[in-house]
């Protein structure tokens, strides 16, 4: 009992200190934005801004543009999350419900595609794009996001499924549900916890994107929130203290989802990673 006792203080204080070193440097993006850009790198180097200022919210985040930035990749972001749950949750229905050949091949095919590094699937999709007429739109990043969040949810969602029973099935045809109805009106309330884990991390990855923004969006108009931040990323110097600023406000929406989420998130990831 004893040992137990100190195993589990033990490993309390290891995730306390590990929490702490992952949260240190958003706390540390924070306390900078407030500070003159000579400040940041003034010795000894400081945690709390001497000289609290908020130039760098007022110069930076008005000129730039950054309230059309969050417009865009809150479209984004909303547009990569209803793709990414409408095809994935249901491809990943199907193949946890229904017996198919190679099962275990399309599995492997979607975690291949999750391997994939954005920069060899630019240009394909580039051509593609052109010929379908959608660059310098919405549609062209919606998609490309969209082919890292549906293998995304496949995976995080199939497990979901595979641990309903099967007598659900049976029970809802007796009520007079075909298969659709039955996934729509029993299943997916059954697996919310993961849908909603699949659904916020989607999002998250049309937030943060900014490689498919940047390479299919010429306009000025329709670059996201990254965007914006790397413009202040010029050749002849990076104003960190415009940087941290809009890092800040860009982390902002992500912390308040993932405290609104939290007990879905958890559980979902936990119980997604059960070994079929």
Known sequence: MKKRKMFRG??????????????????????????PGPEIFAQPITLLPEHFT???YTKYLVS??????????????????ATGLGLGVASAYGLARYAMRRNRLIMLLFLITQMLPASLMLTPMYLIYSRLGILNTYIAPVL??????IPFVVVTTRPFFLNLPRDLDDAARIDGCNAFTSFLRIMLPIAKPGVITAGAL???FGWNDLVYNMTFN????????TSIMYNLMPKEGVKWNGVMALA????????VLFLILQDFIVGGLAAGAVKE
Do not use: C, D, Q
């Not at 306009?219 to 996201?224: A, G, H, T, V, Y």
């Open 144 to 149: 490309s996001v969209a082919t890292v969040s």
């Open 218 to 225: 010429t306009k000025p108009e329709l670059r996201p929130l």
């Open 10 to 35: 033990l490993a309390n204080v290891i995730t306390v200190v590990l929490t702490a070193a992952m949260l240190f440097p958003i706390l540390w993006i924070m306390l900078n934005s407030f500070k």
């Open 248 to 255: 800040t406000v860009s982390i902002l929406p992500i912390i």
């Open 202 to 204: 989607s999002f998250i």
């Open 54 to 56: 908020l130039e760098a």
């Open 64 to 81: 730039n543009h950054v309230f059309r930035g969050y417009l865009n990749s809150f479209l984004v972001a909303m547009g990569a999350l």
